[in-house]
């Protein structure tokens, strides 16, 4: 036998065939809820529609068609099925289906607002009753302790003043106000230190009695002008 007859036979063996195709993929089943998520998405709230019926703060996140009212996932009762959760209606019973929650903006009350001359009628009256607030809280704790701290008190004064004319001016910032807060303080202070002696009879004429109810009173009228104007 010769070689080149050995060449030739294998020379006319055939190419091998190619391999079958891979079968087809077959589609996994999806439950109804997450079939409509995936095939269509998040769908429309109704027109005008988008807080929760029950809870107006709240973004509807779910739809239920029967009603035609949005709910939060907290008005929904969800249910175990066999495909999975779904999420029905409290009301009717019918599956909801999810929504493009938007969100909702808190809504403020409209302020109410004041002519200059009523807002500068509420300072005044809201400082002179924090003033005979602070008074009495003076002249009790006074009553009560038997002691006179004129350099606390009076600076527990001006933040009861200052605050008052803050509310009464409705914030407004202004020297205005701010006058107003320190005089209120001032008459405060009076009418505690009057509470005081009336109901204590002490009588502290001392050099460090004098000098600390001095810095108590400078330091209730910044307090007091501070508060009530703000950074005027």
Not at 84 to 113: L, M
Not at 144 to 152: A, E, T, Y
Not at 165 to 170: D, E, P, R, Y
Not at 179 to 187: G, L, M, P, R
């Amino acid at each position: 036998m010769k070689i080149t007859g050995l060449n030739r036979a294998a020379a006319a063996v055939p190419p091998p065939l190619p391999a079958p195709p891979p079968p087809p993929l077959v589609p996994l089943a999806i439950p109804p809820t997450q079939a409509m998520t995936t095939m269509q998405g998040l769908v429309e709230p109704p027109a005008g529609k988008t807080a929760c019926k029950f809870h107006p703060k709240s973004a509807g996140e779910w739809l239920c068609r029967e009603c035609n009212e949005l709910f939060c996932s907290v008005c929904v009762s969800p249910k175990r099925m066999g495909e999975g959760t779904g999420f029905f209606c409290r009301k009717c019973g019918s599956a909801c289906v999810p929504v493009k929650a938007k969100v909702i903006a808190p809504r403020e009350k409209p302020r109410k607002k004041y002519s200059d001359g009523v807002i500068l009628f509420r300072s005044v009256a809201f400082g002179f009753l924090g003033a005979l607030l602070s008074a009495l809280i003076w002249t009790g704790l006074s009553w009560l302790f038997g002691v006179d701290i004129p350099f606390i008190f009076s600076v527990m004064s001006a933040a009861i003043c200052g605050y008052a004319v803050k509310f009464g001016s409705l914030d407004t910032p202004g020297a205005l106000f701010s006058a107003i807060a320190a005089v209120c303080c001032v008459i405060g202070s009076a009418l505690g230190k009057v509470g005081m002696l009336v109901v204590t009879h002490l009588m502290m004429n001392t050099g460090t009695s004098l000098i600390t109810t001095g810095l108590g009173v400078v330091l209730s009228i910044y307090v007091a002008w501070k508060i009530g104007g703000g950074d005027s």
